[in-house]
C-alpha cells in the first residue's frame, strides 16, 4: 500500500516507522497541504494526516476531493466537521477520524461509555472529573481525547455539560489540563460521591500505539465509502 503522511512532525514519523514495519511504501511526506499536482503524481492509496488544527480542514479537504480515503488524527478542527462530512458524502469519499487512534485508548472509551450509562440515574450524587496530561507541545488544550471522554458522559445523559474551569456547577464535568515534557498522554476519568470513588485511567508510554492504530485505519478504509471512526475498525 502506498501511504501519503501529511503532517511530518513526530507523530508523521512515528507513523512512517509502522508502515515500513508492516510492509508498506511511503509514497509522500509532505508538512503543508500538498497541491493537487504532488497528491495526484504521489499514486498514494490512502493518506495519513496528523498536522495542525489550523491546516487539517484543507488537508483532508484535497484528498477527499481527489479520491484519495484519508485517515485524520488531528484536533482542534472539529467546528468544521460538519463541512467535511458534506463533501465526503458529495464526492462519495473515505474520511476516517479518530480523536485517539490507541487501541486501548478507544476500548477506554467505551468503558467509560459503560460507565457513566450505569451512573447517570445516580449523577447528582457523583462528581465527574476528567484529568489529561501531555507534553509541552501540544497545542490544543484540551485535548481533543478528554473532550471526546466528556462527550461521551453528557451523551448518556450523566452531565449536562464540561468545563475548564475549577468552579463548576454540579451539572458540568471539570476537565483539568496539564501539560510536562515528555509525557506521550495520560488520561484520568473519575466519579466521585460523598461514600466513594471509581476512576479509570489510560496512559501512553510513547507515540507509536498512537501510530499503530492510524496505520490499522488506513489498511481497513482501503476500498471503503462513507465516513467513519475507530469503532468500525475495531468491531466495538
Not at 467509560?112 to 445516580?122: I, R, V
Not at 465527574?128 to 461521551?152: F, M, R, Y
Not at 450523566?158 to 468545563?163: F, P, V
Request: glycine share 6%.
Amino acid at each position: 500500500m502506498n501511504i501519503a503522511i501529511i503532517g511530518y512532525g513526530k507523530m508523521g514519523k512515528s507513523v512512517e516507522k509502522i508502515a515500513q514495519i508492516r510492509n508498506h511504501k511511503i509514497s509522500l511526506c509532505h508538512d503543508e497541504t500538498p497541491s493537487i499536482n504532488l497528491l495526484k503524481n504521489s499514486n498514494s492509496d490512502v493518506a495519513i494526516e496528523f498536522s495542525q488544527p489550523h491546516s487539517a480542514f484543507n488537508n483532508i479537504k484535497i484528498c477527499i476531493e481527489n479520491n484519495i480515503p484519508i485517515v485524520s488524527g488531528t484536533t482542534g478542527w472539529l467546528k468544521k466537521f460538519e463541512i467535511i462530512k458534506e463533501i465526503c458524502k458529495e464526492k462519495n469519499g473515505s474520511f476516517l477520524y479518530a480523536s485517539n487512534f490507541s487501541i486501548g485508548m478507544n476500548i477506554f472509551f467505551e468503558i467509560n461509555k459503560k460507565l457513566s450509562k450505569l451512573l447517570h440515574l445516580y449523577s447528582r450524587d457523583y462528581e465527574v472529573t476528567i484529568e489529561e496530561i501531555h507534553h509541552k507541545e501540544k497545542i490544543d488544550i484540551p485535548s481533543g481525547t478528554a473532550i471526546s471522554l466528556a462527550k461521551d458522559i453528557v451523551n448518556n445523559k450523566m452531565k449536562k455539560t464540561w468545563s475548564l474551569y475549577e468552579k463548576k456547577t454540579k451539572n458540568q464535568i471539570l476537565i483539568l489540563s496539564k501539560r510536562f515534557n515528555n509525557i506521550p498522554g495520560i488520561h484520568i476519568v473519575k466519579y466521585e460521591s460523598k461514600i466513594e470513588e471509581i476512576k479509570i485511567k489510560h496512559k501512553a508510554h510513547n507515540r507509536e500505539g498512537f501510530a499503530l492504530g492510524a496505520v490499522i485505519a488506513a489498511e481497513w478504509i482501503q476500498n471503503k465509502k462513507g465516513i467513519f471512526s475507530m469503532k468500525e475498525v475495531l468491531g466495538i
